[in-house]
C-alpha cells in the first residue's frame, strides 16, 4: 500500500508561523509535524510515500530528501497553484498504481492505529466501496461536524444529523474516485465523497482517542504540551 500526505496548504490562519515556513514543518513535540506521520507510515510498514506542496515547497524537499532518513521512499507532487485536495490527488493518482492508498492531512495529528488502513484497503476491494473515513467527536472549534456514520458503519452526508462526527482528515480511497476530475484542474474532496455516500459507497470508524487539527499557534501550543505531558 502506497500513502499520500497533503502540504500543499498556505496555513493563513498560522501566520506569523507560516510566513517563513511550510505548516507540516512546524516542529511539536519537538519534530515537524509531518515527520510524525512518516514515521507512523513507516513503522505500519507503509514506506512509499508521495507528498504535495506549494507555498514554501522547496523547504519540504530539502527537509525530508528522498526520506531515507526515516527509512522511506518519498517522491514528492509539485502544485504551481494548490489544486485543494482532490485535485491534489488526482494529480499524483498513478503514483498508486491503480491499487487503494491511503491520504492523511499534514497538518494533524492523531494517535490512530495505521494498520487500520491496511486493513481498510482490503475492505474496499471485498465489498466494492470507495472510501474509509476516519471520523471523530467534534471539537470545539468545529461543533457541528461533518457527516454521519451509521450502525452499518457506513457514512452519510446528513445536514440535520445531531450525530455527526468530524472528518480527521485520514482516508482511504479507491482510484476510481478521482478518475472524473481533470489533470492540473483544483477539485475539493467534499463534493467526490458525498456523491459517493449517497450511492452507500463510503465507510468508516469512529476515533475516540487523540487528534488535533493544528490550525491555529494556539492548538499548535496546546498540542506540544499535550505530547509533553504523561
Not at 489533470?183 to 474532496?189: E, H, K, M, V
Not at 482517542?209 to 492548538?219: I, L
Amino acid at each position: 500500500m502506497r500513502a499520500m500526505i497533503l502540504a500543499a496548504g498556505r496555513g493563513e490562519r498560522m501566520r506569523p508561523l507560516t510566513d517563513t515556513t511550510p505548516k507540516p514543518l512546524l516542529k511539536v513535540g519537538g519534530k515537524p509535524l509531518i515527520v510524525w506521520h512518516i514515521e507512523k507510515l513507516v513503522a505500519a510498514g507503509i514506506d512509499t510515500i508521495i507528498i504535495n506542496h506549494a507555498w514554501l515547497g522547496q523547504q519540504i524537499e530539502q527537509a525530508l530528501g528522498d526520506g531515507s532518513q526515516f527509512g522511506a521512499h518519498i517522491r514528492y507532487s509539485p502544485e504551481a497553484l494548490p489544486l485543494e485536495t482532490a485535485g491534489g490527488i488526482a494529480q499524483a493518482l498513478p503514483f498508486f498504481q491503480d491499487q487503494p492508498f491511503l491520504v492523511i492531512n499534514g497538518d494533524i495529528w492523531c494517535d490512530w492505529s495505521v494498520n487500520q488502513a491496511l486493513v481498510q484497503a482490503t475492505t474496499l476491494n471485498d465489498q466494492g466501496l470507495l472510501a474509509w473515513l476516519l471520523l471523530t467527536d467534534n471539537p470545539a472549534h468545529h461543533p457541528q461536524g461533518d457527516f454521519t456514520l451509521g450502525d452499518d458503519l457506513l457514512v452519510y452526508d446528513q445536514p440535520l444529523s445531531p450525530t455527526k462526527l468530524t472528518f480527521t482528515g485520514i482516508g482511504v480511497y479507491q482510484p476510481s474516485l478521482f478518475h472524473d476530475l481533470q489533470q492540473g484542474q483544483a477539485a475539493p474532496l467534499a463534493p467526490l465523497l458525498r456523491q459517493a455516500m449517497h450511492r452507500g459507497l463510503v465507510s468508516g470508524k469512529h476515533h475516540t482517542g487523540r487528534w488535533t487539527d493544528v490550525g491555529t499557534p494556539s492548538r499548535l501550543q496546546q498540542l506540544h504540551q499535550e505530547l509533553h505531558t504523561p
